[in-house]
């Protein structure tokens, strides 16, 4: 038997491991499978429990108002070392460059522990962009005993880094596995916040800004671009943005775009309402990572509030456009797709380079050939 500790703390992971833990019950006789929430986005993250039958073993609760990073580290390296201690799993596993993320692989390495990291090789090569994922990241691929890239580029990100060949496995990504999943259930909108937009009248915008280098003047800015674009395109566009529930991102947004009639500030969506929202839009404006690899596989071009991304695929297949924080920008390249249909066509009609919604199959059957040597 393999024994599996599957570690998660955010919205993002709990979609992205999903699949995977799917994956690992298909094989019972083979994989022990103990999971363990840090609750780093308590609220956020409970939904996709029930929604993906997602039990855990064990819950550290850690979410605190307005918590630092500091927090977040400290206390998931020294609650998840003595599970560590406890479990003794052959594997640590941890998704993506989250802080949760960074300090389950540390707490794992101390206890000499290997850690399997799924999404492994997203650089941007800037340590403040994104802040602190970069680091985050490269940290989790350095204690990893197996890196699960999910592109081509990732594995070249890894080997340019001194990443051994052998420890590496191109998967895709699994977020087409869970996005692919739940786009092909039936949801009733019903008694929703969805249930308010006119999704089949207007053409939809659907925006998500949040990330920590965002916060300040940049989040301003893209709020003011928004607000410029739903005055603008008043009768034909509505402007829909889940607005996340930390206090730095709820107050510039409401300062700037609380009522506009055009605009509609709602609270974060379950998960496969978000899907059914974006399956429902128009175009997509985001500084999400996990957003950049999921809209392409339902044909939504996507605008990039971020000055880098370490999605380079996605720009390069034509899904994706990187526009930066700065309003002109933002509302240039909007308005270019809401006018020009030629240019919308090419992006909605780009070839997603994530994956095949087979990533968590490749996963599971290289750790079953870790087993057998």
Known sequence: MIKILTVFGTRPEAIKMAPVIKQLRAYPDTFVNRVCITAQHR???DPFLNLFDI????????????????????????????IIKKERPDYLLVQGDTTTSMAASLASF???????????????????????????????????????????????????????????????NTVIDALLDVA??????????????????????????????????????????????????SSGVCVVYPVHLNPNVQKTV????????NVLLINPLDYEY???????SFLILTDSGGIQEEAPSLGK??????????RPEVVGAGAVEVVGTQPEKIVESTAQL????????????????????????????????????
Not at 189 to 212: D, F, M, Q, S, Y
Not at 346 to 366: F, H, L, T
């Open 55 to 82: 039990k855990p073993d064990c819950d550290l609760d850690i979410m605190q108002e307005d918590q630092s990073l500091e927090h977040i580290t400290v206390t998931v390296l020294r609650q998840l070392g003595e």
């Open 254 to 261: 409401h300062s700037i775009l609380k009522g506009i009639e």
């Open 274 to 280: 978000f899907v059914h929202l974006m399956k429902k």
């Open 43 to 45: 609220q956020m993250l």
């Open 301 to 310: 071009p996507v605008l990039v509030l971020r000055k880098v991304t370490e």
């Open 110 to 172: 101390y206890q000499k522990v290997k850690v399997a990291h799924v999404e492994a090789g997203l650089r941007t090569w800037n340590v403040l962009q994104p802040y602190p994922e970069e680091i985050n990241r490269k940290i989790i691929d350095a204690v990893s005993n197996l890196c699960f890239a999910h592109t081509p580029q990732a594995r070249q990100n890894l080997l340019q880094e001194g990443i051994g060949e052998e420890k590496i496995e191109v998967t895709g």
């Open 184 to 233: 092909e259930r039936n949801i009733d909108v019903k008694g929703t916040a969805l249930e308010n937009i006119p999704l089949n009248k207007k053409k939809v915008i659907l925006v998500t800004a949040h990330r920590r280098e965002s916060f300040g003047e940049p989040l301003t800015n893209i709020c003011r671009a928004i607000k410029e674009i739903a005055l603008k395109y």
């Open 338 to 373: 809401l006018e020009d249909s030629e240019k919308y066509q090419r992006m909605s009609k780009a070839i997603n380079p994530y994956g095949d919604g087979k990533a968590s199959q490749r996963i599971v059957k290289r750790l079953l050939r870790e087993k057998h040597g």
